[in-house]
T-cell receptor, first 114, second 109 residues
Framework: IAGITQAPTSQILAAGRRMTLRCTQD?????MYWYRQDLGLGLRLIHY???????GKGEVPDGYSVSRANTDDFPLTLASAVPSQTSVYFC?????????????FGEGSRLTVL | GQNIDQPTEMTATEGAIVQINCTYQ??????LFWYQQHAGEAPTFLSY??LDGLEEKGRFSSFLSRSKGYSYLLLKELQMKDSASYLC??????????WGAGTKLIIKP
């Protein structure tokens, strides 16, 4: 593994189902983030974690939850998916949690909720 | 409210120069980023400006004027592979990153 790996790459999901998007990094970065990207809008932060064991809410956290049990993994869970959660989801990481340096992004997970 | 404005789409010719503008109104300012995103791919870092002036990095340069709330990304000697979206993002006084919607750059032969 080099950088950030997301899975699945794409998924079609029925409304009401539970879904977990996986994110793993091998750069030993302290901070990790989940963004969603929708046409015509800027990237929007869902949840973040500045260090293992801590998490925080971003701009659009409703309907999503995260955990950070260790440095490498930062899964995003949709407890009961709704069509408005159809989007492309990007996981990102950075060495520190104050956006001092660049963000490193995974390749994205395209989620369609029907 | 906080706002980042970029043109939605621009078209330029291979070999030419193009300037992509970004204006921002945010709660304070602690730096401005430019990222490149090819269709269907992840954003990748291009530049970071925190002081006024021009930062040059190969064919790409980024300019910042904090007093005007303005930045631009200058791409020289355009190549077909430069066809992508270019995202402007500003770090505000709370160290939150505010993203523009991106500018889709189309390069024609």
């Amino acid at each position: 593994i080099a950088g950030i790996t997301q899975a699945p790459t794409s998924q079609i999901l029925a409304a009401g189902r539970r879904m977990t998007l996986r994110c793993t990094q091998d750069m030993r970065h302290n901070a990790m983030y989940w963004y969603r990207q929708d046409l015509g809008l800027g990237l929007r932060l869902i949840h973040y974690s500045n260090t293992a064991g801590t998490t925080g809410k971003g701009e659009v956290p409703d309907g999503y939850s995260v955990s950070r049990a260790n440095t490498d993994d930062f899964p995003l869970t949709l407890a009961s998916a709704v069509p408005s959660q159809t989007s492309v989801y990007f996981c990102a990481s950075s060495p520190t949690g104050d956006f001092t340096g660049e963000l490193f992004f995974g390749e994205g997970s395209r989620l369609t909720v029907l | 409210g906080q706002n980042i404005d970029q043109p939605t789409e621009m078209t330029a010719t291979e070999g030419a120069i193009v300037q992509i503008n970004c204006t921002y109104q945010t709660s304070g300012f602690n730096g401005l980023f430019w990222y490149q995103q090819h269709a269907g791919e992840a954003p990748t870092f291009l530049s970071y400006n925190v002081l006024d002036g021009l930062e040059e990095k190969g064919r790409f340069s980024s300019f910042l004027s904090r007093s005007k709330g303005y930045s631009y990304l200058l791409l020289k000697e355009l190549q077909m592979k430069d066809s992508a979206s270019y995202l402007c993002a500003v770090k505000d006084s709370n160290y939150q990153l505010i993203w523009g919607a991106g500018t889709k750059l189309i390069i024609k032969p």
